[in-house]
């Protein structure tokens, strides 16, 4: 497994067609792995690994596309197109990649991470009784929230969302004003940067209709305390939840900071 | 030395210095003998009592121009309401949507008292004209071993929000400061609003030495945004995993 990070020169009209349809970009990062083909099994190597990517935008010039794959990607066409293709080397081609494994094997059960998810937060509803029921998009903080704190979710994904400590809550209990409990202040977890995407997506004969497809994604930044090593090491490299080839579903694990403030 | 701090905020405001018979002009901003008035009545002095008003008058007093507002003309042709006798005619100028914050240095003791006045005013406040009642209650606050200056530093900006969010991308606003001056201060304007006497028979007033400053104090709604829209964590997964090669 690797983990791949590549900068977009946000600035080159390459990288603006890639950034404005997640349905290009997947296609791009597809084709950074020679050895997939198109009429294979589509996501992956055989073991259920598949390749995950995410886009970070940190700031407007700040937008990093980070890959999770089974393979050694090569990013030289991402790098030609919506890169720095004449700052490039041989030692440093535009885009970094490093193993993953060696990383994966020191997740222990109890440690503690900081993580980062971009996931496409979906429940099933139907609006009345009879009818079929429809995927449909989480909306608000909260509830995006809830998604991730579903405990069948955290015990699948073999990590638990860490409690804030006492002193750092605004809320005394974690409830609202009817005594229930309310995980608006209670755990280390942050959601932001939703984006409503709606893009048009080709057909299998790449000339019938497009149909357009919509999706809401959001970002979470928290603490996770591992639950369950194997689980949680899936869980980096299959994903979790819906949308991954739409950039959702991979989460990166960061150290705490010498001393979390 | 304390400070007491008084938020001027109406539809209409009126602040004459110079302003005689028909023609009734306003300053751009509260003059001092308005406010000592103010504070006079609101403590329930006589207009004859100069004694008392003279402690009053040696406050030190400072306006920040937090909304500069609009000048309005008005054409007055009142006419008694039973008499029918037609007032003279006049031209009635007002501060439309201002909003100032005025300032009065002293003694505790004294400010203290006045702070009291304003909480339980024995003549309600009234912004330099009887018929512009404030919007909002005049007391801002005490401010306790301060001056004038830094007492109008710390005030937060006291503007409308429509007005604030002309402003809504510097972190500071510079807002005008009309101060009296300090004794042998250079570079002053005068302003006769120093009151003498605000007896019926011969209201007076003295020239006052006035400097223009400006304070810089945070925007309100800039910190407000600062604080709610999340910034973005640091997250750098490469970090933690092993060079290659």
Not at chain 1, 35 to 57: C, E, Q
Not at chain 1, 206 to 221: A, C, E, F, M
Not at chain 2, 13 to 33: C, D, L, V
Not at chain 2, 87 to 113: I, N
Request: net charge positive; charged share 25%.
């Amino acid at each position: 497994m690797y983990l791949s990070r590549f900068r977009f020169n946000t600035a080159r009209p390459g990288a603006r067609r890639l950034l404005s349809s997640p349905q290009s970009l997947h296609a791009a990062v597809m084709s950074s792995f020679p050895h997939l083909l198109p009429t294979g099994s589509g996501s992956g190597a055989a073991d259920g690994a598949r390749v995950l990517w995410r886009l970070d935008r940190n700031a407007a010039a700040e937008v990093l596309l980070y890959v999770v794959s089974p393979d050694r990607p090569d990013m030289t066409h991402l790098v030609e197109q919506a890169g720095w293709p004449a700052a490039a080397t041989t030692e440093a081609p535009g885009w970094q990649s490093r193993p993953y494994i060696p990383f994966l094997d020191r997740l222990t059960e109890g440690s503690v991470w900081a993580f980062r998810l971009t996931a496409n937060p979906v429940h099933q509803i139907r609006r009345k009784e009879g009818e079929p029921t429809k995927r449909t998009a989480h909306l608000t903080p909260i509830h995006q929230m809830d998604w991730l704190l579903n405990p069948q979710r955290q015990e699948r994904g073999g990590f638990l969302i860490c409690e804030k400590p006492a002193d750092k809550r605004l809320l005394p209990s974690g409830t609202t004003h009817h005594n229930r409990p309310h995980h608006g202040d209670r755990y280390e977890l942050m959601v932001r940067d939703q984006r409503n995407l709606s893009f048009p997506k080709q057909g299998p004969d790449n000339t019938s209709k497009r149909h357009q497809v919509t999706l809401v994604t959001v970002t979470y930044d928290g603490l996770l305390t591992v639950t369950d090593a194997d689980r949680l090491r899936a869980t980096l490299t299959q994903g979790l939840g819906k949308a991954k080839a739409y950039g959702c579903g991979l989460m990166t694990l960061v150290p705490l900071p010498a001393k979390a403030g | 030395m304390s400070v007491l701090t008084l938020r001027l905020d109406g539809p209409l405001q009126a602040w004459g210095a110079s302003a005689r018979f028909a023609r009734r002009t306003t300053e751009s901003a509260p003059t001092k003998s308005g406010i000592i008035g103010m504070l006079a009545a609101a403590r329930g002095m006589d207009r004859g009592d100069d004694t008392e008003l003279a402690r009053l008058a040696a406050l030190r007093f400072a306006v920040r121009i937090d909304q500069p507002g609009a000048r309005v003309r008005d054409y007055q042709t009142a006419r008694h309401q039973i008499t029918k006798v037609s007032m003279p005619v006049s031209e009635r100028y007002y501060l439309a949507d201002a909003v100032f914050v005025a300032a009065v240095e002293g003694e505790d003791e004294l400010v203290d008292l006045l702070d009291a006045a304003l909480r339980a005013p024995i003549h309600a406040p009234f912004l330099g004209r009887r018929s512009c009642p404030p919007a909002r209650p005049v007391r801002l606050g005490v401010h306790h071993e301060t001056d004038l200056p830094q007492a109008l530093r710390d005030e937060p900006w006291q503007a409308a929000p429509w007005y604030r969010k002309k402003h809504d991308r510097q972190p500071t606003v510079p807002l005008t400061v009309l101060r009296e001056a300090r004794l042998g201060e250079n570079g002053a304007d005068f302003l006769r609003d120093q009151p003498l006497s605000y007896a019926a028979e011969h209201r007076r007033h003295a020239l006052r030495p006035v400097v223009t400053e400006t304070v810089e104090v945070p925007h309100p709604d800039v910190q407000a945004a600062a604080m709610t829209t999340m910034r973005v964590p640091e997250h750098d997964p490469l970090a933690a995993l092993e060079e290659s090669n």
